[in-house]
């Protein structure tokens, strides 16, 4: 797809969001184009350092007032979302508790590492915070049988 005339209209704080946001422009109609920041230089072993170059999304001049319309109405919609998301935490709890598997004891960690690994205080082990009950293992199903034995002696 070509523009005619490009210019940005949002320049993101990620690549995925860049795209998140070229997506939500597609959904409204308005053609756009993302340029990803992957400069090597930017590379680090936790990923891209996008504070060198940033993400932008592009789209034609013609439909510039346009596409900033409908990119204050995604943030408008994250915005509300987060809001949400930290009303639904304040009625519910502040903290949750986790049970270690290791010692079997209960840890407190505030609700915002919900879903992550963190260490127990009580021995210093690696456990899941709230984690899912309903939640089965993995099925790792039946271990590989051993090689066969070699026919050739040493």
Known sequence: MELQDPVVVYTA??????YDVAEWLG??????H?????????AWAGGLNTSIHRPQVWVATPDKEKALA?????EDR???RRAADLTK??????VLFAT????GKESQFPVVQSGSVQVCSN????MDVDVDPDFIEWDIGQPEPPPPESRFHE
């Open 13 to 18: 704080a990620s690549n995925l969001e860049a």
């Open 27 to 32: 959904e409204a109609k308005i053609p756009s």
């Open 34 to 42: 993302v340029v990803e920041d992957l400069e090597v230089i930017a």
């Open 70 to 74: 409908e990119i204050q109405r995604y």
């Open 78 to 80: 994250k915005k509300s």
């Open 89 to 94: 935490i304040a009625q519910n709890q502040t």
């Open 100 to 103: 270690c598997e290791k010692c």
């Open 123 to 126: 021995c210093s082990a690696y």
